[in-house]
């Protein structure tokens, strides 16, 4: 027989950003449907793996300001369920001191009188030893930052959603969304309806709206996730206090690299190339473009001499970013979240390579969007109109 139910909300796609949603919409006593394609928890979309980098260094100041919350409700899940999500080890953020991005690192965290350490050639090796900074890079290191623990992280916000009577139906993929002002899903279980739907899909986003036939400027990336072996164990270890680390760009590319201590596979250090290339979240290992591990290999022998220089395990992930198409310009890394009357109190939302931190503020925003209430936060940064004029004449 298959699924029927009423709601006050269904939030598709039970990621990190769909995850805080749900939990938040239950905290306001909403009867919320987290609706989820696969068996939870699976490794196929954008929040899974052990660790992910919380940090306050940003090049632009709404970030950094968002941030400052988001660290009170990652602080407050941990409280409410007796877990810990969190451990500082601080960011080393890196990169050419004249160049635009490094100083605009420096200056949004000095600006917003963030808790920082600046590094000099004469003492950088005493603060972090085994990383060598290149002539003419500046180095400072954002105190508060550190390592979050993404899997664990997930597990608990679900919980949480469940104690408060949510309900999460996973291996259910929604086939189909009926816009109206009441939104009737269906998927392959059941049909339900709400009078408010989030839909929180990640890399399926395009897939899932074209039942609406609303398609946003997004673009879908596959991220080789590489760990490279310490030569001598426990060198570079979140036990040594070793920091979380970002380059803002070098000598192999102008594109962020960015990595964090060994930690969840013990005598491994995870370091990603922030890019990656095109794919179908179907499809995700089709893509076998192994270009950011051969710049990544470059960057470790250039910087990091305690690690061999080729991965020892290389895992998949996906970032989903947001296009500036018709431009041809490079992908906009923005968070991006908009209200999308088409869909009749729904909203569409999706976000990039560095939104996981963000999950508690985000699930808190789109809460109160699906609730009709005034955004407790400035979301102009994100609307979709500001960077696509295709998207804006289907609003
Ligand atoms: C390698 C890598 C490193 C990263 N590092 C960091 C970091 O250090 N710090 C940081 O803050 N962020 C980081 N991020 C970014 C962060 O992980 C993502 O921004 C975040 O996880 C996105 O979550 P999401 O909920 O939007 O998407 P997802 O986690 O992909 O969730 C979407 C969900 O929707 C489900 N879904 C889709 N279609 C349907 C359907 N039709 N029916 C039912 N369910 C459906 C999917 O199965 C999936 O579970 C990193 C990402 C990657 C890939």
Redesign the pocket.
Known sequence: MSAEGEYDCIV???????SFTAYQLAKKNQKTLL????LLP?S????H?QT???RKAYDQDFYTHMMEECYELWAQLEREAGVKLYRQTGLLVMGPENSESYQLFKVTLQKNKTPMVVLTHDNFSQHIPNVKLAPGDGAFVDISAGV?Y?DRALRTVQGQFQKLGGVIRDK???TNIKPGPVVTVS?SAGVYRAKSLVI?????TN??LAHTGLQLPLEVVK?N?CYWKEKAPGSYSVKRRFPCFLLTEGEESKEHI?GLPSNEYPGLVKI?YHMGSETDPDQRDKQTDKSDIEILGQFVTRCFPGLVPEPAVVES????WSLRRPLKQPPIVHIMNDYQPYLSQSEAR?????????GPVIGKLLCELSLGEMPSNDLSPFRIRRFHTKTKSAL
């Open positions: 598709i796609g039970a990621g990190v950003q769909g609706l989820e394609q696969f699976h196929r979309g954008s929040s793996g992910r980098i919380i979050l993404a259910e993929t929604v998927t929180t899909a990640g890399p399926w897939k899932l991220i996730v960015y990603c992930c996906m970032y989903t999706t976000n990039c390579g560095h939104g996981f931190k963000f």
